[in-house]
């Protein structure tokens, strides 16, 4: 049975959906970790600044006094805290991002699906 080019269309571009759902849905799973443990996916960078105050203050400038132990151990945690939140923020944006894309993906795969179905059936008779 020979395939129209109907058909041959709306099957590739089911295929590639399926390929944008694919990586979609690897991208909402990372973000989906992202959200429930910061800590793992947070930058190593940002992450090793927060460790110790000597690593949190490696760059502050020469010229200023450095405040007390106390008070940088109390900067660098609440630095920290906000580091995680951003990360935790950014997950959730991207999530919502992922979730727009799988929408349209199933929106265009299902309407494509239809099509190739109607032009296989058309071309049997």
């Excluded at 630095?79 to 979730?99: C, G, M, N, T, W």
């Excluded at 993906?105 to 179905?117: M, Q, V």
């Amino acid at each position: 049975m020979k395939k129209s080019l109907l058909e041959i269309y709306s099957l590739a571009v089911c295929f590639v959906t399926i390929i944008c759902f694919a990586v979609a849905l690897g991208i909402g799973t990372y973000d989906v970790l992202e959200m429930s443990n910061p800590e793992l996916t947070l930058k190593s960078y940002s992450y090793q600044q927060h460790q110790t105050n000597e690593a949190f203050t490696r760059n502050w400038s020469k010229d200023k006094e450095k405040p007390s132990e106390e008070e940088i151990t109390r900067m660098r945690e609440k630095s920290y805290k906000v580091a995680l939140e951003a990360e935790r923020r950014d997950a959730v944006q991207s999530f919502i991002r992922v979730l727009i894309v799988i929408l349209i993906d199933i929106g265009i795969f299902l309407i494509h699906w239809k099509l190739a179905k109607r032009a296989r059936e058309a071309n049997a008779t």
